[in-house]
């Protein structure tokens, strides 16, 4: 049980990330429609999610107390989803501003 607290993390974002996640499809079905390289995006953020939440439950700082790891677990999460998302969100519009 010891090691599934590290995923409180996700599944306390996991709704929001969700929508952020409708947000980021919304926003790129109205300039293309299609969303497989979409989908494979949101799967890579959610995995780079839960690279960073690992890392960042590791390697937290406990002399703050034991909830430091829940919380800087969640900011690296939140974090490296949104990044994700920011850089792909730019390449997909300038992928689908191309003609053809």
């Known amino acids: 049980m010891a090691n599934a607290w590290p995923f409180l993390a996700l599944i306390l974002f996991l709704p929001w990330f969700l929508v952020l996640g ?4 919304l926003a ?3 300039r293309r429609p299609g969303v ?6 949101l799967l890579v953020a959610t995995g780079v999610s839960i690279a960073a939440m690992l890392w960042g439950f590791d390697s937290a700082d406990r002399q703050y107390g034991s909830m430091w790891p829940q919380v800087f677990a969640t900011l690296m999460a939140y974090g490296a989803f949104l990044a994700v998302l920011a850089l792909a969100l730019p390449l997909r ?6 003609p053809g």
């Open 36 to 41: 497989g390289i979409d989908l494979l995006v």
């Open 93 to 98: 519009w300038l992928g689908s501003s191309r």
């Open 22 to 25: 409708g947000v980021y499809l």
């Open 28 to 30: 790129l079905r109205r």
